[in-house]
C-alpha cells in the first residue's frame, strides 16, 4: 500500500494557510480519482482507493502540524509498511513559489511537521514531495507567515502547482520515485536547490 499525507492543520481557520498546500493536494487527488476521504482513523482523516495495482490511502493528520508523527507512526505500526511506501506532501519557503521538489529522504529542513514524522519513526528515509510557497517580500517571522493565506495575485499559480503536484503524486505511485524526479523536479531550480539540499 502507498500512503500519501498531506500535511497541514485541521479547522477552516487554517484552511487556506500556506501551512496547509499539503492538505490540499491531498484533496484535489481525492477528487480527481472519486476517493473520499470520509473515515478517521490514526489520528487523521483517511480515504482509501486504487490506482493500477496499487491500494492506496489518502491521509490528512488532525494532530495539528507540529505532531504529525503520532499519525504516520500510527499507521505505519498497524500496517507493518516502510517508510517508502509513504509520501510527505508539505509546504516549504527555501522554494520559490510554483516550484515542485520530489526527494527520496533527507533532513527536515527545519519543517516541523517533518521533523515529528521523521522524529517519531526515527529515521529520515521518508520520500517528500516539497511545495514552493515562496518567502515574506516584508520582515515577518516565518512561522507567522505560513499561517497567512495566499495573495490574490499568487492564487493561478497555486492553483497550477496543486495540479501539478496531483499528477507527480500518480507518477509516484504508478512509476516510482526516479522516474517520478526526473520527469517533475524542476531544471531551472537545481543550483539554487542543490545547493540547499547540501546545507542540511
Not at 80 to 91: E, H, R, S, T, V
Not at 136 to 156: H, R, T
Not at 179 to 196: A, L, Q
Amino acid at each position: 500500500m502507498k500512503v500519501i499525507v498531506g500535511l497541514g492543520n485541521p479547522g477552516k481557520k487554517y484552511a487556506r494557510t500556506r501551512h496547509n498546500i499539503g492538505y490540499r493536494v491531498v484533496d484535489f487527488l481525492a477528487d480527481k480519482i472519486n476517493c473520499p476521504i470520509s473515515h478517521e482513523d490514526f489520528y487523521a482523516c483517511i480515504g482509501y482507493s486504487r490506482m493500477g495495482d496499487e491500494k492506496i490511502c489518502l491521509m490528512k493528520p488532525t494532530t495539528f502540524m507540529n505532531l504529525s508523527g503520532k499519525s504516520v507512526k500510527s499507521i505505519m505500526d498497524y500496517y507493518n509498511l516502510i517508510p517508502q511506501n509513504f509520501l510527505i506532501i508539505f509546504d516549504d519557503v527555501e522554494l520559490p513559489l510554483g516550484s515542485l521538489r520530489l526527494r527520496p529522504q533527507g533532513s527536515s529542513g527545519g519543517h516541523r511537521g517533518l521533523q515529528s514524522i521523521i522524529d517519531c519513526c526515527k529515521t529520515n528515509t521518508f520520500p517528500r514531495l516539497r511545495l514552493g510557497v515562496g518567502k515574506p517580500s516584508q520582515p515577518i517571522d516565518l512561522a507567522d507567515y505560513v499561517l497567512m493565506p495566499f495573495d490574490e495575485i499568487e492564487k493561478p499559480v497555486v492553483d497550477k502547482m496543486i495540479q501539478e503536484a496531483s499528477s507527480a503524486i500518480e507518477s509516484w505511485i504508478l512509476h516510482g520515485i526516479e522516474i517520478t524526479m526526473n520527469r517533475f523536479n524542476r531544471k531551472e531550480n537545481n543550483k539554487k536547490e542543490e545547493d540547499y539540499d547540501n546545507e542540511k
